[in-house]
């Protein structure tokens, strides 16, 4: 670069500039933007809506009415009056349960009968369970039917406690935790903050190949621009946008009273991420020429990149959970600077091999 060139006028940042300004033309990737920007303005509504999916009991059904039949009903009568969603009404005749059903006038059928032990004296309750089906009200009846079962089975557990030969091992005390506050730092955050670094990736494939394919790589190189300085300005645009995105979706979170800690922790990881799979489309965009099958095996190298990321102390998602909600620790902050690293190395390495590529061949 000549010595009289300001810095602005480098070469990277001018390929930079038009990637990121070229993006406006590019519908698949506004409409992505635009569905995880819906999503990031207006979560406070959307996630008591996406928390009914990931989590049906944290909606309530409302009033459930339950028919109750069998000799057994008084015990599952029992256990549906510590349930404040179900009421339980008993059917001396199991067939007036179902035709109530059929009906409709009552949402489900539970049908409770003393069975004798597989083993040593003593009887057992079966339940048969009869709910409709093809409705979210379906889902949400078996929720309260599930609780009503839970309910019998810990009021069993307790009245057949002086039968055990051993005591059983006690359970840990129930801990009041929001389905929300789950769903919010989970999901909702690190998908928001993951796509756009794996959407950076696939638009540096399609740019790369799309200058080989059309022949405008050559004449990107007559500026005078080396293909090294030309993958760097794609790379390091498709890298800012990445954490910026990422900015833009914590800051509307936090406008929809969503706190969000460690902003600076979580963005650079964002970054390094970013830099990850932007080097993968890279390698992929010089290495195979074409758009399709670059993308295809970008695509597939990804997932298999991220769900090998399991194996990892700590997953790329739990990292970001435990920065947004402040409780990160030692291990937290060691997969930040270890991801960083693992950016910077592999994109050296990734330079080092379009160096040695012939442009003249592409």
Partial sequence: MPEDRPWYRDPRLVV??????????????????????????????????????????????????????????????????????????AYRNPDAAILAFEERRVDAVLNARYVEAASGDGNRIAVTARVPEGSVRSTLIVVEVRRVLNALERQERVERAGSLDTDPVPLPPEASASPYFGFTYTVLIPLLLFLPAFISGSVVVDTITEEIERGTLELLRVAPVSLLDVVDGKALGMVLLAPAQALLWVLLLMGNGIPVANVPAILLFVAAVAVV????????????????????????????????????PEHPATTVAKLAVDSPTLLTYGHVAGSVVLAVAGYAVARQYVAGVDADAL
């Fill in 277 to 312: 799979v932007v080097t993968i489309g890279v390698v992929l965009g010089v290495a195979m020429q074409r758009r399709r099958p670059a993308q295809l095996l970008y695509s597939v190298l990804t997932l298999v990149v991220f769900g090998a990321a399991v194996l990892l």
């Fill in 16 to 89: 930079a500039r038009r990637d990121v300004a070229s993006l406006s033309r590019e519908k698949t990737i506004v409409l992505a933007l635009l569905i995880q920007l819906f999503v990031a303005g207006f979560s406070s509504f959307l996630v008591v809506g996406l928390t009914s999916l990931y989590d049906p009991g944290s909606v309530s059904a409302g009033e459930v009415e339950v028919a109750v039949t069998g000799d057994a009903r008084d015990a599952l009568l029992d256990a549906a009056a510590e349930q404040e969603g179900a009421d339980a009404v």
